[in-house]
């Protein structure tokens, strides 16, 4: 069983930046796809950033322009960059990956395998 173990969660001022990370022992290649979903407490999931097959990303609407999702093939870790961090971007973020061959097709909240989370908060 794949446990990705993400990091790089914390507080900031808003407008400010944080990297998240993500990296799991057993990849000794990037996961056809992969990436980033965040909740809060009270509310749905919600996804965030993905990168498929291709190895073109994916936005949600409400961080683009200010989210970066990357692959770094040589620490085989995911990353999530994030800029100009609003109050409304407060959440728990979790690191997501599915090995499945039609991952392209599959949500990014129904992928295989995803972390423990790590916390971001952010304040006005």
């Known amino acids: 069983q794949v446990q990705p173990v993400e990091s790089g969660g914390g507080s900031v001022q808003a407008g400010g930046s944080l990297r998240l990370s993500c990296a799991a022992s057993?990849?000794?290649?990037?996961?056809?796809?992969m990436g980033w979903f965040r909740q809060t407490p009270g509310k749905e999931r919600d996804w965030v950033a993905r990168i498929n097959d291709d190895g073109a990303p994916n936005y949600v609407d409400s961080v683009k322009g200010r989210f970066t999702v990357s692959w770094d093939n040589a620490r085989k870790t995911l990353y999530l960059e994030m800029e100009s961090l609003k109050p409304e971007d407060t959440a728990m973020y979790y690191c997501?990956?599915?090995?499945?061959?039609?991952?392209?097709?599959?949500?990014?909240?129904?992928?295989?395998?995803r972390g423990q989370g790590t916390q971001v908060t952010v304040s006005s």
């Open positions: 057993e990849w000794t290649k990037r996961p056809d796809c």
């Open positions: 997501t990956a599915d090995d499945r061959s039609w991952c392209r097709l599959i949500k990014t909240l129904e992928f295989r395998y």
